[in-house]
């Protein structure tokens, strides 16, 4: 396949940077466009999916959209790793917490992500886990960043869901207790194998939305324009 992609528009793979910032949603993408970078410039518009380079303290680095699921970031991290020469992504987006000792607005860092999704098997023929992994050196170097800003940072195993909306609402109890998900979300996983089979890097931060224990909940909006911490450490990467 040549450029520009399917789903991805820029016409040079010199228009994106090495390192993506991923959140979900692509209005957040243009918030950390607007808020944090220099000299920005818009690689993508196609099917509003907004992706942005510009520059942070000098730096070239990008953000994009992933919009929500495995299909769809696996799609927009497989270009960007495969046919644009993207080395490393940082999903940046919101979690549901299994444990009650999370609270709204706590950054987690994703040491695994456990599935019962068929991505992976789906995708390159891999039936032999049902976790897939970051990088390491990337998960240390956010580590490095989050504790020169001063920004508490939890590290756990995290549940990357193909279903919003469960049925049975205390499924996430089982998942909880038996694999030590802290939190849910729904794409690291596929990003996770997408790097792994690219030969690429990739890491997940995430920021809790609301708690599937204590019932509490963040905003559209504040999800939107609230996380900032966790924007910060990623920024830190560059």
Known sequence: MSIPTPHIAAHDAADI?????????????????????????????????????GTYKGRPISVMGSGMGMP???????????FYGV????????????????KLYDVLL????????????TQSGDYDDAYTYP???????IEAGAKALGIPLTKGV?????????????????????????AVEMEAFALFHNARVTGKQAACLLTVSDSLVTHEATTAEERQNAFTKMMEIALSLT
């Open 72 to 82: 769809s970031i696996g799609i927009y991290s497989y270009e960007l790793f495969k």
């Open 135 to 141: 990088s390491t050196v990337l998960n240390q170097q």
């Open 158 to 182: 995290i549940h990357s869901s193909d279903v919003f909306y469960r049925e049975h609402f205390d499924d996430y109890k089982t998942i909880h207790r038996e694999h030590n998900a802290i």
């Open 17 to 53: 940077a090495k390192l993506v910032l991923m959140p979900g949603d692509p209005l957040r993408a243009k918030t950390i466009a607007d808020t944090y970078l220099d000299n920005v410039k818009q690689f993508n518009t196609v099917r509003n999916m907004f992706g942005y380079t």
């Open 87 to 102: 080395e490393a992504i940082v999903r940046i987006g919101s979690c549901g917490a299994y444990d009650p000792k999370l």
């Open 110 to 121: 994703a040491v695994s992500a456990y599935s019962e999704s068929s991505y992976a098997r």
